[in-house]
């Protein structure tokens, strides 16, 4: 070997590297490539790792194999630009994951020529327009391909059928509109198919699904699927384990095939049409969990039910079914979820629920159910609620239920449940609802109750003894409700030191003696019915200085002397002292039309004015002649006021004769949504200026007050143009009554009718006494004659109360009707509010129903209130649950905050702003409303902030659902002094709304995110 070879050969095993040597090449061309990438990417500060002097098959983000790269992995890093044609330099690159960022700009083409690619994953980005018609160029080796979570239109091409090895396809929200191919089912590989969440063109599922035999997992819930699942379709896929076709249209039977699937573990087929039995014959024995509620099925629920031994959930609610539970369901080990309620069921409940598995979820409510409730329901020591109301039972509650400690919710009224509560269930430590009216329960309240207790509801039943002075330990309590028993004694001053008591009523009772004097702490008091007793002696006036209380009602007693003036400062809407024995005059205040049946059957009381139907005062001469003076004056007035009136009906018959539309059309409409005691006249008459609450871009509001005896206020909301009405302001007439009239929920407004005439259109609702959120919240919207209470502060577990209500009635309309409502213009001004504080949806003028056939999910134009509209629909106009979602998160951060929803900076919004305030890493703790701010409250705050961010994500898909959020707030609420409440319109639990999972559709990371909220 000569010389100058042997150097040769030194210098080249120097340079090259041995294996298992880190030093890098001094040229690798795929190294040269990866920093070119890096820099197009602008120099990612998480890739700071990546330099020429290091190698590259190191990097985590990089994958190789016999030195080469086969894998980039760049998820996570918010990359903003698009992708380098020079990513498919790599020759022999088969993995490419670029998920969660913000890549934009049309599908990338350029990656037609990574040749040997196998994996191709770009979901959650801001890719935009078609998928190309010619996709199939694509690498024929790929075998997962997920473009998940983007802004593409026209749904999938034909030519994805041309992947012939295709293992995955998941195309979750990636579309706008389109639809999805047959020739899916060419892909014959297929072993996941995910299509879910995508407002597709209303269309069947395929015949040619029939081939995919190796699918495993079928996701296509929420895309507008119609029509019936053919047998021989679901026959054919003897390979499914997991199938979710829920918030589609589908009709028909269940196919009879469907549980003869042997590997089938799961199926999601709520909220649909089905209709029909549920297929008897069963061999898919690993099932766990089973939801077909929200549709219309009948007869019996299977027998063979009993032999899924690894059934976790039986989700069946909201349908027709008939006929008595299979017994053998309560034998089933696994079984921990159950919710049958809403049904026609009969017979008894099986014994053996609760014996034999960790039972944590029973709801059987609202049924035909009879006989007594199993002793066994806690004997596994982990049940959270028991709720069997409006049935038929009988008996007394299990004695077991005494010792479960882990129970939060029992709501077993409207039954003829009867015998004594023990006093163990009284304290079980995680009890805060306690729902026992329309019973037959007897005995006496026990000294103490759980801590927790918020809700107590025992009205109409046999209790009796006196109410406990142990009361005072009672520390949580919001609403007691004690109506109709049995109840004697004085009402002890200890119930006085309830300071979060909100509900109390004790009517119909055996209660004597004197009212409690010492009230001050009934600050969060906003209704009070005493009626029915033997209470005597004066009214405390102390009662007119509670700030919040609206509601008063001391009929049916024995008091005397005169009513303190202190009452008529109150601000009520309904009073009733009438049967009593109150003398003297009336306070001024209360000397109004609206209280002419509050004073009844009190001969010894009188008012200066025949307003309201009591004897005059007898006044001294002096104040006679000054009223005789006053009532010349007024009678004055009145001559003036009659003459100016007869000028004007002079000058309006003129108008008239010329065919002018300034008045109101005489030939009015009334269309009626519940039963009304007034008409249209009693309306019309009351629209006048003085009582003008509100205004807005259709016209005015007004508090109206059809018919005086009855105490009622409405709220009417006039359309009016003096010439023809504008087609948009029709429009969300049109939709206000489609929707409004047909919806029953207690956490959305209730429209009682609609009146209409040629020029002018009236919706009357049910008027809600604490206005809207907005006026609480930020002073500068309150109009000048606001007076208190909107001048306090809402306190944090009043705000998390609110905001949970507000999301119990979105989470109906996006999971609990057929077909889901999307608002489309949520915020806070639109968030009504009840005495209690029971907040409730508004003016749906706005909304739109999805999963119409032949409708489609886009809007021609951009509805909404700057602050609160999602980006994607500012840019897109698509119509979504997830924009609702997402202006909810701005109310969110509204209530945490205090801020206005463009109160964010000079630039921007609140959302934006909160999104930027964590990115920077400043303390959330300090970005919260100082004027609610508590340690005990500084945690739950800071995690509703962050949830809402989570509802205020750039991407529709990365927010969570509704039902995701109102599972996080009520298990902050289960700690608040306020129950938890309104699913169904019954303060129902939350579980009935929530799958199994708890993230319908969500990946392992995102679960991450959204549990480390929780």
């Known amino acids: 070997m000569s010389k100058l070879t042997l150097i040769t ?18 040229n690798n061309p795929e190294r040269t490539i990866l920093l070119q990438i890096k820099n197009h990417f602008s120099n990612p500060s998480n890739l700071s790792h990546w330099t020429s002097s290091s190698d590259h098959c190191t990097w985590p983000e990089i994958t190789c194999g016999d030195g080469s790269v086969t894998g980039i992995r760049l998820a996570y890093l918010n990359l903003n630009q698009t992708i380098p044609p020079s990513i498919c330099d790599l020759k022999n690159l088969t993995i490419l994951d670029l998920n969660h960022n913000l890549i934009p700009g049309p599908f990338p083409l350029a990656l037609y020529n990574c040749s040997n690619l196998e994996i191709l994953d770009l979901s959650f980005n801001s890719f935009n327009g078609s998928i190309p018609t010619d996709i199939n160029r694509l690498s024929p080796r790929l075998t997962a391909f997920n473009l998940s979570s983007n802004y593409f239109t026209d749904g999938i091409p034909p030519a994805i059928g041309g992947l012939k090895q295709l293992k995955e396809l998941q195309f979750a929200a990636t579309f706008y509109n389109g639809s999805f191919p047959p020739e899916i089912g060419e892909l014959v590989n297929l072993e996941v198919l995910t299509l879910y969440e995508n407002p597709f063109a209303p269309q069947g599922i395929p015949s040619s699904f029939a081939q995919l035999k190796k699918l495993r997992n079928l996701w296509i819930q929420n895309s507008n699927l119609v029509g019936e699942i053919p047998e021989n379709i679901i026959g054919n896929m003897t390979a499914l384990e997991f199938l979710d076709l829920s918030g589609n249209s589908l009709s028909g039977n269940i196919p009879n095939n469907l549980f003869l699937l042997k590997n089938l573990t799961t199926v999601y087929l709520q909220v649909n049409k089905f209709s029909g039995p549920i297929p008897q014959s069963i061999e898919a024995l690993d099932l766990n969990w089973i939801d077909f509620s929200n549709n219309t099925l ?58 034999h598995s960790k039972l944590q979820t029973f709801d059987v409510s609202t049924n035909n159910l009879v006989g007594s409730l199993p002793e066994g329901l806690c004997d596994n020591k982990v049940l959270s609620s028991i709720i069997a109301f409006s049935n038929n039972l009988t008996g007394e509650l299990p004695k077991s239920l005494g010792d479960c400690q882990t129970l939060e919710s029992v709501r077993v009224e409207k039954n003829q449940l009867s015998g004594t509560i023990p006093d163990d269930l009284w304290a079980a430590r995680s009890l805060s609802r306690f729902l026992i009216s329309d019973n037959l329960f007897t005995g006496e309240l026990p000294r103490k109750i759980a801590s ?13 003894g006196e109410i406990p002075a142990g009361v005072s330990s009672w520390n949580n309590l919001v609403n007691f409700k004690a109506s109709n028993n049995l109840f004697t004694g004085e009402i002890p001053q200890e119930l006085t030191v309830l ?4 509900v109390l009523w004790l009517d119909g009772n055996h209660l004597s003696g004197n009212f409690p004097s010492e009230i001050i702490s009934w600050k969060s008091l906003t209704s009070l019915k005493c009626s029915r007793n033997q209470l005597s002696g004066e009214i405390p006036s102390a009662l007119g200085l509670l700030p919040n209380l609206n509601e008063l009602d001391l009929s049916g007693n024995q008091f005397s002397g005169e009513i303190p003036p202190e009452i008529g400062r109150l601000r009520l809407t309904s009073l009733n002292l009438s049967s009593n024995h109150f003398s003297g005059r009336i306070p001024g205040a209360l000397e109004n039309a609206v209280f002419d049946k509050s004073f009844l059957n009190n001969p010894e009381l009188c008012a200066a ?20 003076i006053r009532v010349i004056a007024i009678l004055g007035s009145i001559a003036a ?9 002079i000058l309006f018959g003129l108008r008239k004769s010329r065919k002018g539309k300034q008045g109101l059309d005489p030939n009015w409409k009334l269309t009626p949504f519940h039963r009304l005691n007034f008409t ?21 509001v007004y508090l109206v007050q059809p018919l005086h005896h009855t105490g009622e206020k409405v709220a009417v909301k006039r359309i009016w143009n003096c010439k023809k009405l504008d087609r948009k302001l029709e429009k969300e007439f049109e939709a206000e009554v489609q929707i409004l009239g047909t919806i029953r929920h207690s956490n959305i407004v209730k429209l009682l009718c609609g009146i209409s005439s040629e020029d002018s259109m009236l919706l009357v609702y049910e008027y809600m006494e604490n206005r809207s959120l907005d006026l609480w919240l930020h002073p500068k919207r309150r109009p000048y004659f606001a007076s208190p209470p909107y001048c306090q502060v809402l306190e944090w577990p009043t705000r998390l109360h609110i905001a949970t209500g507000a999301a119990q009635g979105l989470c109906y309309m996006h999971h609990g009707s057929s077909p889901p409502i999307v608002h489309r213009d949520v915020k806070s001004s639109n968030v009504l509010l009840g005495s209690e504080f029971n907040a409730k949806i508004a003016d749906f003028g706005l909304a739109r129903m999805l999963i119409r056939p032949g409708e489609a999910n886009t809007v021609s134009t951009l509805a909404g209130t700057f602050g609160y509209i999602a980006p994607e629909y500012a840019h897109t106009t698509k119509v979504n649950e997830k924009i609702d979602v997402y202006s909810f998160g701005v109310i969110l951060l509204e ?69 995701e959020v109102l599972e996080i707030l009520l298990k902050f609420k289960s700690q608040s002094p306020y129950a938890a409440g309104n699913i169904n319109g019954s303060e129902r639990d939350a579980s009935p709304l929530l799958k199994h999972s708890g993230s319908e559709g969500s990946s392992e990371s995102e679960d991450d995110e959204f549990k480390s909220i929780v």
């Open 9 to 26: 050969l030194t210098l080249l095993l120097f340079t090259l590297p041995f294996p298992g040597n880190s030093q890098p090449s001094i």
């Open 298 to 355: 009948t007869g019996k629920i299977p027998q063979d039910f009993g032999k899924l031994t690894k059934l976790e959930g039986l989700v069946l609610f909201m349908n027709q079914l008939s006929g008595e539970i299979p017994g053998s369901i309560g034998r089933l080990p696994a079984l921990w979820d159950v919710r049958l309620f809403t049904n026609n069921l009969s017979g008894k409940i099986p014994g053996e629920f609760g014996k």
């Open 452 to 464: 927790n207790v918020s809700l107590v509801d025992i009205s109409n039943n046999r209790f009796s």
């Open 499 to 502: 300071q979060r008591l909100s």
């Open 609 to 628: 004015t025949p307003s309201i139907g009591l004897r005059i005062c007898n006044l001294n001469t002096k104040k006679s002649n000054s009223n005789s």
């Open 641 to 649: 006021a009659l003459f100016l009136l007869a000028i004007l009906y």
């Open 680 to 700: 249209e006249s009693n309306i019309l008459s009351n629209l006048v200026e003085d009582n003008v609450i509100g205004s807005g871009g259709s016209g005015e």
């Open 895 to 963: 209530l945490v905050t205090g801020r206005e929803p463009n109160d964010g900076s000079a630039e921007l919004c609140l959302a934006d702003w909160a999104r930027q305030y964590v990115q920077e890493g400043k303390p959330i703790a300090e970005a919260l409303d100082a004027d609610i701010k508590k340690p005990q409250y500084s945690d739950e705050m800071q995690s509703v902030f962050k949830l809402g961010i989570f509802c205020t994500d750039t991407s529709p898909y990365r927010r969570p659902t509704m039902k």
